[in-house]
């Protein structure tokens, strides 16, 4: 069943228009550089723009904006931006508030134009003395109230960015993007991140949907208190045919991936809502997809794999639990892994094919492509959606 449905997805993709160049946004972060040295190995065919992850900027009470990390900034900043440059690929500038607290407190009403508006101009300053490309806003978990204020940021940011370009006489301008926890588009709401107005143009230039760390469809998000898919295909088919419904711009959205899986003990004392592996409240560990892979390899280890249909998702289930290369022994209690191949990630880009923006990854190190064949299968894949396929 979940062949067919794939090779379903894949029609959907080849029909239509000509073949045309999209777009592929993937985050780079610490473990890239420190713990693999990926960077090296990166596979630029498959990359049109790096978001640099490894040291992004961010915004105190104040209003002030610096690197979150000065030494990684100091060591990675400019050589990301020269691998990226060198390789064909845009990069560009995550910027984070340094807690929920302050972001509540900044975006509060009466909104305080003039210190967003000075915050905005630093941090668009910043990443283009640096010459990043643009500026990603990631800032999650934002309350109803705080929606003018964000807003009111983004557009700051859209405006300092457009001036700089202006007075630097770019050929293209320096890019704002901000991302948007899918759930939200799952349960239609759009109180606080208004797809409609982020992807009308005046605002910024494209939402970067993060459609991962969700859930069963069936079941409310939040919690772990079962083992549940990280990227359900049918969770992202609802989300942005909601979003899309709610006057959103599919060319403006960039559909999110991940790259990484997750890896649950089953120890509820409570039945699950859904699945068959109730937890103890966030007994829950994010892996690398190629561990977790390798992890369905081991001989002799009792684990069984399959996949769900419905959501696209590999299913790991080890009754004795999941032994995962390089990690301590298994627990000796049943753990259940949700995690993605080249197959499923297919299947969730053929949602991006037609009239969207693109789709994008978090985070590369996560998939090595010269690791296995596996590996190399998925970032084939995601070469083959750039390139029009």
């Known amino acids: 069943m979940a062949s067919h449905l794939f090779a379903l997805l894949a029609l959907l993709a080849c029909s239509g228009a ?176 208004d797809v409609r107005r982020l992807t009308d143009g005046t605002l910024c230039d494209f939402v970067f949907l993060m459609g991962y760390d969700m859930g069963w469809l069936e079941v409310p998000p939040g919690g772990a208190q079962e083992a549940k ?13 909601n979003a899309v419904a709610a006057g959103a711009a599919p060319a403006r959205m960039v559909l999110g991936l991940p790259l990484y899986g997750k890896l649950y003990t089953c120890d509820g004392t409570a039945p699950a809502r859904m699945g068959n592996c109730s937890c103890a409240e966030k007994n829950m560990q994010n892996k690398k997809v190629d561990l977790l892979q390798a992890a369905a390899a081991v001989p002799g280890s009792g684990c069984t794999s399959g996949v769900d249909a419905a959501t696209a998702s590999l299913v790991l289930d080890c009754p004795g639990g999941a032994p995962i290369p390089g990690f301590p022994q298994p627990p000796g209690q049943r753990q259940q892994a949700w995690f993605e191949n080249h197959a499923t990630i297919a299947a969730k880009m053929a949602l991006a094919a037609n009239g969207y923006k693109g789709v994008g990854f978090w985070t590369a190190d996560g998939v090595q492509s010269g690791g296995s064949a596996e590996g190399k299968a998925t970032w084939d894949a995601v070469a083959e959606f750039v390139a029009g396929g």
């Not at 859209?158 to 948007?180: E, F, P």
Request: glycine residues 6%; charged residues 15%.
């Open 18 to 193: 000509a073949a045309a160049r999209r777009e592929s946004h993937v985050a780079v972060d610490k473990f890239c550089i420190e713990a693999t040295g990926q960077l090296t190995s990166l596979r630029w065919d498959a990359i049109t723009s790096l978001s640099q992850a490894v040291a992004p900027i961010s915004v105190d009470a104040t209003g002030a904006v610096a690197p979150a990390d000065a030494a990684l900034w100091a060591q990675w900043s400019a050589p990301l931006v020269a691998a990226a440059h060198g390789n064909g690929s845009t990069v560009v500038l995550p910027l984070h508030i340094v807690s929920k607290p302050v972001a509540a407190a900044l975006f509060a009403s009466p909104v305080n134009d003039t210190l967003l508006a000075a915050a905005a101009a630093a941090a668009a300053a910043l990443a283009s003395s640096n010459g990043y490309d643009g500026v990603q806003l990631d800032i999650e978990g934002l309350q109803v109230a705080s929606a003018a204020g964000y807003e009111a940021f983004v557009g700051a940011m859209k405006r300092a960015l457009d001036a700089l370009s202006a007075r630097a006489g770019r050929l293209t301008a320096l890019t704002l993007s901000v991302t948007v926890y899918a759930p939200k588009l799952v349960l239609s709401d759009f109180a606080t991140y």
């Open 229 to 241: 898919p990280n990227a359900p295909l049918d969770g992202l088919i609802r989300g942005l045919a």
